[in-house]
């Protein structure tokens, strides 16, 4: 219902409007108040990439992130990530990862980004805390925070917004009515706008998401998605459907699909109850993280592992800002 209302296909949003425009009121008073000086901003000691989004909902983001720290790390850079750490119960903040980090401590998208690139990772409420800490502990010549474009608190260097190419803004309308978070004015501001899938606009970085080959949870043995057998397919990630055309894309045509709300806690039982004997899990990445921690005794649970692919020369122009920025 809420991907009706937000995409202009339902009139519902029209009762919710006036809660958008106090939601919008409140917001903008906000950055006001920080571009006007009345709220203080913290600069960190090095460099900082915001990468965010203007919209609610899953639109790459974290692909994007991973892309960017792997890229910079290519060139010797020690990049350290950020983020808030959403959906963990840590028992202190600022908490740094490390391999026994669980995502019920730090969440999901960090343990993620922890586990692909190597980063130091940090994780607060406070983003300014978790950057302190890895300034002290890893002593990182740049800082990518993973969201937080609204996050004013925190100085940027650069700002990236990743916009889902084929929803892009729905009705326009700020939340709940819509999906706004900011005004579609704010990519006037910005440094980068990458665009995930659909058609990039003109002056937009074109990116597309390449799944590899699945991953066997328990054993990590590799093999072509296609090949999966009987798949039943779940997806906790801020727009499912996206993850069930990828595999559509890549010849799978699973029995059933399972959409979860992102950042939804899993148990063993939840997971385990979705599957029959002789039917394969087949999950997203961002899911393998959270079962990791109960997969022992399930041969059956697969993820699909995917990577950014940004469109060239623009990739090599913004990776060159960065690298800019450092040296």
């Given at each position: 219902?809420?991907?009706?209302i937000?995409?202009?296909?339902?009139?519902?949003?029209?009762?919710?409007?006036p809660?958008?425009?106090?939601?919008?009121?409140?917001?903008?008073?906000i950055?006001?108040?920080y571009?006007?000086?009345?709220?203080?901003?913290w600069?960190?000691?090095?460099?900082?990439?915001?990468?965010?989004?203007l919209?609610?909902?899953?639109?790459?983001?974290?692909?994007?992130?991973?892309?960017?720290?792997?890229q910079?790390?290519?060139?010797?850079?020690?990049?350290?990530?950020?983020?808030?750490?959403?959906?963990?119960?840590?028992?202190?903040?600022?908490?740094?990862?490390?391999?026994?980090?669980?995502?019920?401590?730090?969440?999901?998208?960090?343990?993620?980004?922890?586990?692909?690139?190597?980063?130091?990772?940090?994780?607060?409420?406070?983003?300014?805390?978790?950057v302190?800490?890895?300034?002290?502990?890893?002593?990182?010549?740049?800082?990518?925070?993973?969201?937080?474009?609204?996050?004013?608190?925190?100085a940027?260097?650069?700002?990236?917004?990743?916009?889902?190419?084929?929803?892009?803004?729905?009705?326009?309308?700020?939340?709940?009515?819509?999906?706004?978070?900011?005004?579609?004015?704010?990519?006037?501001?910005?440094?980068?706008?990458?665009?995930?899938?659909?058609?990039?606009?003109?002056?937009?970085?074109?990116?597309?998401?390449q799944?590899?080959?699945?991953?066997?949870?328990?054993?990590?043995?590799?093999?072509?998605?296609?090949?999966?057998?009987?798949?039943?397919?779940?997806?906790?990630i801020?727009?499912?459907?996206?993850?069930?055309?990828?595999?559509?894309?890549?010849?799978?045509?699973?029995?059933?699909?399972?959409?979860?709300?992102?950042?939804?806690?899993l148990?063993?039982?939840?997971?385990?109850?979705?599957?029959?004997?002789?039917?394969?899990?087949?999950?997203?990445?961002?899911?393998?993280?959270?079962?990791?921690?109960?997969?022992?005794g399930?041969?059956?649970?697969?993820?699909?592992?995917?990577?950014?692919?940004?469109?060239?020369?623009?990739?090599?122009?913004?990776?060159?800002?960065?690298?800019?920025?450092?040296?």
């Open positions: 219902m809420i991907e009706r937000w995409s202009g296909k339902s009139p519902l949003y029209l009762l919710l409007l809660l958008s425009w106090l939601y919008g009121l409140v917001s903008g008073a950055g006001l108040s571009r006007l000086g009345l709220k203080k901003t600069r960190a000691p090095v460099p900082v990439v915001v990468v965010g989004n919209t609610a909902g899953g639109n790459g983001k974290t692909p994007v992130v991973i892309w960017l720290v792997e910079l790390q290519q060139h010797g850079i020690r990049v350290g990530v950020v983020s808030r750490g959403y959906g963990g119960k840590a028992e202190h903040y600022p908490l740094l990862l490390n391999k026994n980090t669980t995502t019920f401590e730090a969440g999901d998208e960090p343990v993620l980004i922890y586990q692909r690139t190597g980063a130091s990772v940090a994780v607060a409420p406070r983003r300014s805390e978790a302190q800490m890895l300034v002290d502990n890893a002593k990182p010549q740049l800082i990518i925070t993973d969201d937080g474009l609204q996050h004013y608190a925190l940027r260097d650069k700002e990236i917004v990743v916009v889902d190419g084929v929803r892009r803004f729905g009705n326009g309308w700020w939340l709940p009515a819509g999906p706004m978070r900011e005004r579609i004015g704010r990519l006037a501001s910005v440094d980068a706008v990458i665009t995930n899938g659909g058609n990039a606009q003109f002056g937009e970085i074109a990116m597309t998401l799944p590899g080959d699945a991953v066997n949870l328990l054993s990590g043995e590799r093999r072509p998605v296609h090949s999966l057998e009987s798949v039943i397919a779940m997806a906790g801020g727009h499912p459907p996206r993850f069930f055309a990828t595999l559509e894309q890549c010849g799978v045509t699973p029995i059933r699909t399972v959409s979860l709300a992102d950042h939804q806690a148990s063993e039982n939840d997971v385990a109850k979705l599957v029959q004997p002789g039917q394969t899990l087949l999950m997203t990445e961002k899911d393998a993280v959270k079962c990791r921690a109960f997969v022992t399930h041969d059956n649970w697969w993820y699909l592992p995917v990577d950014a692919r940004l469109a060239q020369p623009q990739a090599d122009a913004l990776l060159q800002s960065l690298l800019d920025l450092v040296h």
